[in-house]
């Protein structure tokens, strides 16, 4: 948890998965478009976390809105579209994060349990 950071909404266009995780994480505000979320959410990021050939007009659109931007890896599938995508954001003065979340992998959070733990580390 960062204090004072909450996640205002969530969006998948597959129905089951988003009540379940608006369950999970206690989140009600639920979209199946994701331009209408940002139009109706105050936002101050998102976090694109969808396939690879998604993101561009993804990462466009959120860029139109005057949203900052995280997305996951891969960024893209073509060389073209990561440049398009960069302008996007660098056109609309925001910033523009890359990232793989490999933190929640199962291996990784072995890893980090045994070192608190105390066991190694």
Known sequence: MI??????????????????????????????????????????FVDIVTTAPTHRPLVEMAASQGLHIVCQKPFATELDDARAMVAAVKAAGKTLMVHENFRWQSAVRAVIETVRSGRIG
Not at 30 to 36: H, I, N, S, T
């Open 3 to 44: 204090p004072g950071a909450q996640i205002k909404a969530l969006c998948d266009r597959d129905g089951s998965k988003l009540a379940a995780a608006g369950d999970a994480f206690g989140i009600d505000r639920l979209y199946k478009d994701a331009k209408e979320m940002v139009e109706q959410e105050q936002l101050d």
